[in-house]
């Protein structure tokens, strides 16, 4: 499917052009977030729409949780941290998205259909690597959501627990987004050079996708949690052709 294949450099290289074409875009997004403005409180949000589908919007709040000084995560306080939020009718979802709510929509998204859940792994693949992030009318970047690979995944369903699936990927994405800001604050992924941020968290869904669609191991999937970075299991180089075929380039 050439919506989802991933581009390939003169040595038939994949992971080496990917991570390096992802270098501008995911600054791009982070410089973006960290510009916003931002209420003087948690009480006081300033609220930002990143996207919206029918009636759904996915706003960010600034300021996040982690930018309090009061805030005793491992990590400390984050100036930049933002809170993401699905809204529906202007009214936030009923539910908090965190790892164990994501994982619960996917695997009733595996219950309904598989070839649904495998095509959104290879869409949070591509994430991953901003692949499919371009410039809106505002000069920002966005994800654009590629059409036919969309079209078929709406053909087989269209929401999970009451959340379109368009809306879904969007949250993902901005949970994500806030994952870069935050790593990036504080210096850990200012080259770039690891996978911290949005690679490991999309990457760990992906992982996840893997499992539930039997191509896997689940027990890799669960012990990588508890090795560094701990709290995440991406999907690794070895097996991502083997979970996700249609990522995979013809001249390979």
């Known amino acids: 499917m050439c919506e989802l294949t991933l581009p390939i450099d003169e040595k038939g290289k994949i992971f080496p052009i990917i991570r390096k074409s992802s270098i501008g875009k995911r600054k791009k997004t982070i410089e973006e977030s960290i510009n916003l403005k931002s209420g003087k409180s948690q009480d006081n949000k300033i609220w930002h729409e990143f996207y919206s589908y029918k009636n759904f919007k996915i706003v960010m709040g600034k300021p996040g949780k982690e930018a ?51 095509l959104i792994g290879c869409i949070l693949f591509r994430m991953a690597y901003a692949l499919d992030h371009n410039l809106d009318n505002q000069g920002n970047l966005r994800l654009n959501l590629p059409t ?12 999970i627990k009451g959340i379109p699936i368009r809306a879904f990927i ?33 990457l760990t869904y992906c992982h996840l996708i ?36 249609n990522l995979k380039p013809k001249e390979i």
């Open 210 to 245: 893997g499992v539930l669609l039997e191509r896997t191991s689940f027990t890799k999937f669960v012990g990588s949690f508890a090795r560094l970075p701990v709290g995440v299991s991406p999907l690794t180089q070895k097996t991502t052709f083997d979970v996700f075929p």
């Open 170 to 202: 969007f949250i993902l994405e901005a949970i994500a987004l806030n994952e870069d800001v935050k790593y990036y604050t504080l210096g850990r992924n200012d080259e770039f050079k690891d996978g911290v941020g949005r690679r490991n968290n999309l």
């Open 148 to 159: 036919k690979i969309l079209k078929e995944i709406e053909s087989k369903i269209l929401d």
């Open 68 to 118: 309090s000084k009061e805030y005793k995560g491992k990590l400390g306080d984050n100036i930049n941290d933002m809170t993401p939020h699905l809204l529906k009718d202007n009214i936030k979802f009923d539910n908090n998205l965190g790892f164990d709510d994501i994982f619960e929509l996917l695997f009733e998204i595996s219950k309904k259909n598989s070839r649904a859940l495998e």
